[in-house]
């Protein structure tokens, strides 16, 4: 079966910009979680959205945000994009929220220059 | 703030040693806990999963806990070349009502 497909792979973007990401999760499952990734703060929690519902929202700034369809899939946007954004974006797929072996997707390079 | 506190390495073993991973956590209420592994340039993958104190086995794979010291680890028995990796500690504290926190990982480098 499918695994977790994020797209793009990579991304280059100027300063100020603004940036979606996508998320597809597994077939049948319903939790898609957003994790950032660098390499001084580790893995760090975005949101977590279940039946198209935000269930939790990390500690980072309202640039950040994202939403989840009917069919599960989950975008997440940056707008006015910092230096400091730039990170491997992960998103993770569940059944439930409740499961948390999750699995994740390749992830999102953005760099931003 | 709750956290997730493992040594970042790198830690060196050689090949057919045992590797131990540690991990400690702030939250005492936390009831998950699992050991991610990601290689360089990879996504993590989980592992293994443990939720009673005491010890959980599968295959060269041990997790430990102990909750009353608030303390995880991962023994990795016979380890291999190709158990180099970052080994990542996520827990949970509250089951479905806060998401995963995850360590900073440990990385792994197994000596041939």
């Known amino acids: 079966k499918a695994g977790v497909t994020q797209t793009p792979r990579y991304l280059i973007k100027t300063r100020g910009q603004q940036v979606t990401l996508s998320c597809s999760p597994i077939?049948?499952?319903?939790?898609v979680s957003w994790y950032q990734q660098t390499p001084g703060q580790g893995l760090q929690f975005l949101f977590e959205?279940?039946?198209?519902?935000?269930?939790n929202k990390g500690n980072f700034p309202g640039r950040f945000s994202g939403r989840q369809f009917s069919n599960s899939r989950s975008e997440m946007n940056v707008s006015t994009l910092e230096l400091g954004d730039s990170a491997l974006y992960l998103c993770a797929s569940s059944l439930v929220p409740t499961d948390y072996g999750y699995t994740f997707g390749s992830g999102t390079r953005l760099t931003v220059v | 703030q709750k956290e997730v506190e493992q040594n970042s390495g790198p830690l060196s073993v050689p090949e057919g040693a045992i590797a131990s991973l540690n991990c400690t956590y702030s939250?005492?209420?936390?009831?998950?806990f699992f050991w991610y592994r990601q290689y360089s340039g990879k996504s993590p993958e989980l592992i293994m999963s443990i939720y009673s104190n005491g010890d959980k086995e599968d295959g060269r794979f041990t997790a430990q806990l102990n909750k009353a010291s608030q303390y995880v680890s991962l023994l990795i028995r016979d380890s291999q070349p190709s158990d180099s990796a970052t080994y990542l500690c996520?827990?949970?504290?509250?089951?479905?009502?806060?998401?995963?926190?995850f360590g900073k990982g440990t990385r792994l480098s197994v000596i041939a």
């Open positions: 939250d005492r209420v936390s009831q998950s």
């Open positions: 996520a827990v949970n504290a509250n089951s479905g009502n806060t998401p995963l926190v």
């Open positions: 959205y279940f039946s198209e519902t935000q269930r």
């Open positions: 077939s049948g499952h319903r939790s």
